[in-house]
């Protein structure tokens, strides 16, 4: 007798959601905007197709010349190399302010694209480094912990 409850009640879900399913209601078509109007978008975000990241340790910054070096792990080689990147005035930057706060030895990521032979940063993260260890020790000192208590 369950099975048969079981059966009908599967039976009337599966009506419900095929009912359901039928009467969608139609999505309004968009408006087709002329060529002209997204053309400058595509042409924006050409950029953004051609951005690449790496991450690595920092070797110089020069900060006259707006440039830093960066060592870092190739992934395809798994050989450490070198890389030149540029900045500019659109560089945007996490974690630090400008190029001038970055040090040799910090940790970076950065977006860049490759242009004329150039890489050129469009956002730079300074990595923080995470203590390992709390800065204070947090045992409570109101708590009695036999097993550390000197024996008298």
């Known amino acids: 007798m369950k099975i048969r409850i079981i059966a009908i009640l599967a ?4 009506a419900g959601t095929v009912l359901g399913f039928s009467e969608e209601k139609a999505l309004p078509v968009p408006e087709e905007t002329p060529a002209a ?3 400058p978008v595509i042409q924006e975000n050409s950029d953004l197709a051609n951005t690449q990241w790496v991450w690595g340790e920092v070797i110089s910054v020069n900060a006259q ?17 070198e890389m030149s990147i540029i900045t500019d005035d659109s560089t945007s930057y996490d974690n630090v ?5 970055i040090q040799p030895k910090d940790n970076l990521s950065v977006d860049y694209i490759s242009k004329d032979g150039k890489n050129i940063a469009k956002t730079i993260g300074l990595e923080k480094a995470e203590n390992a260890l709390p800065a204070a020790n947090n045992i409570d000192a109101g708590v009695n912990i036999p097993a550390l208590q000197a024996s008298q």
């Open 97 to 101: 302010k400008s190029l001038g706060e």
């Open 65 to 81: 010349d707006k440039t830093l070096s960066l060592k870092y792990l190739d992934y395809e080689t798994d050989q450490e190399k």
């Open 37 to 39: 109007a997204t053309t």
């Open 11 to 14: 039976v009337l879900v599966l």
